[in-house]
Each structure stands twice: as structure tokens, then as C-alpha cells.
Antibody, heavy 123, light 111 residues
């Protein structure tokens, strides 16, 4: 059973960089075939896909956030990470990491999710 | 960025059947892209409920079913149970946005 666990930075100041790490257990990122995603949810609101990275470091970001997002992968520790720069209060959300599968780009779904971590942007 | 529209809420008595619609456009559902559904119980992460329009992951009861036609998709819950009270989201890919998109979400209440 694949499990994902987000790190918990909690509070980030406006204009600073939000950094999160997701640790995967029960499977290896390096085995390939899956895409490792970040998704966020403003409390009480809907879901927004941020982007994904694969085992080799190839990335695909949501164009609406692309200018501020960087993802990286560390296969030796079975982790992948998100950096979001120049954060504002609008970036306050629950951030989830999730495994993506399903073959072609247009068919992919998110089959395993972390429990989520609340990140608050406030001075 | 919710280009997939769902009703805000649906409700039903225990044992009844409810359906949730997910309305998109020619750049997502209408482009024959797959639709997936997630169940989010209060205070928890979303869980994949239906994938590729009408397939259930292992462990999901057959009370849940999905369908797709044209620019819309639907999730049906038959034999509604108290444990089905949750938020439900559809998800697809949008070629105009070049992004994976989620529906606006539907809260299911068991009366």
C-alpha cells in the first residue's frame, strides 16, 4: 500500500518561499510509471492542481502558477518537493501530495494522497 | 479555475439514489478526456472513487457508478448510506488551460 506524507512548515511570511516535501513509502519513485503531484485546497473550497514531477525530474506545472513553482525529486530518499515563491495570503491552503497514474497525459488521475498539510501565509 | 461545474449540494434519504452532474466543455469532457471522481470525507484527503469515467478502484462499493456523455459526466450513488455524507469532486484534463482541473464540488447530505 503506497503512502504519502507531507512535511509541515505551518506558517510562511508574505513574499517568502513556501517549501514542502512529500515522503513516499510502500513504493519507489524510481520505479517509474507514475507522476508525483502537488494539489492544494483553500479550506472549505475546491481543489487546484499545482503540477507534477516524474522519477527522472521532468516537470509539468499548472500555467496559472508556473512562474512561481519549482518541483524537484530525490529518489535516494524517495521524496519529492515543492517550492512556491512570492507567496501571498491567497496561497493559504491545505497542500496535498498525490500519486498520479493512468497512462496518457489526458487520462491521468490521482490514486493515492497524503493527509495534507495546512500552510498559512501571514506576517 | 473551476471549469467543471457541479451542483453545490444534493441530498437523499437512506436507501435512495442520488446523482451528481459534472458539466464541462469541448476543451475537457467534450474532448473525450477521461473523468474521474473523488470522495472527500470531512477533515480528510480526497479518495479516488471512480476512474476513467466508470471504473471503480478495488474496495469501492458497487453502489457508486459513473457515466459520461458529450460534455457532461455523472456520479450515481445508489442505496445511499449515512457514511456517504461527504464532498464529491469530478476531475479531468483541460486542453485550453493545459492543466488538470477539478469540479466545483458537491456536498452530499443523507437526510
Amino acid at each position: 500500500q503506497v503512502q504519502l506524507q507531507e512535511s509541515a512548515p505551518g506558517l510562511v511570511k508574505p513574499s517568502q518561499t513556501l517549501s514542502l516535501t512529500c515522503t513516499v513509502s510502500g513504493g519507489f519513485i524510481s520505479s517509474g510509471g507514475y507522476y508525483w503531484n502537488w494539489i492544494r485546497q483553500v479550506p472549505g473550497k475546491g481543489l487546484e492542481w499545482i503540477g507534477y514531477i516524474n522519477y527522472s525530474g521532468s516537470t509539468y506545472y499548472n500555467p496559472s502558477l508556473k512562474s512561481r513553482v519549482t518541483m524537484s525529486v530525490d529518489t535516494s530518499n524517495n521524496q519529492f518537493s515543492l517550492k512556491l515563491t512570492s507567496v501571498t495570503a491567497a496561497d493559504t491552503a491545505i497542500y496535498y501530495c498525490a500519486r498520479g497514474g493512468g497512462g496518457v497525459v489526458t487520462a491521468r488521475r490521482f490514486d493515492y494522497w497524503g493527509q495534507g498539510t495546512l500552510v498559512t501565509v501571514s506576517s | 479555475q473551476s471549469v467543471l461545474t457541479q451542483p453545490p449540494s444534493v441530498s437523499g434519504a437512506p436507501g435512495q439514489r442520488v446523482t451528481i452532474s459534472c458539466t464541462g466543455s469541448s476543451s475537457n469532457i467534450g474532448a473525450a478526456y477521461d473523468v474521474h471522481w473523488y470522495q472527500q470525507l470531512p477533515g480528510t484527503a480526497p479518495k479516488l472513487l471512480i476512474y476513467r469515467n466508470n471504473y471503480r478502484p478495488s474496495g469501492v462499493p458497487d453502489r457508486f457508478s459513473g457515466s459520461k456523455s458529450g460534455t457532461s459526466a455523472s456520479l450515481a450513488i445508489s442505496g445511499l448510506q449515512a457514511e456517504d455524507e461527504a464532498d464529491y469532486y469530478c476531475q479531468s484534463y483541460d486542453s485550453s488551460l493545459s492543466a488538470y482541473v477539478f469540479g466545483t464540488g458537491t456536498e452530499v447530505t443523507v437526510l
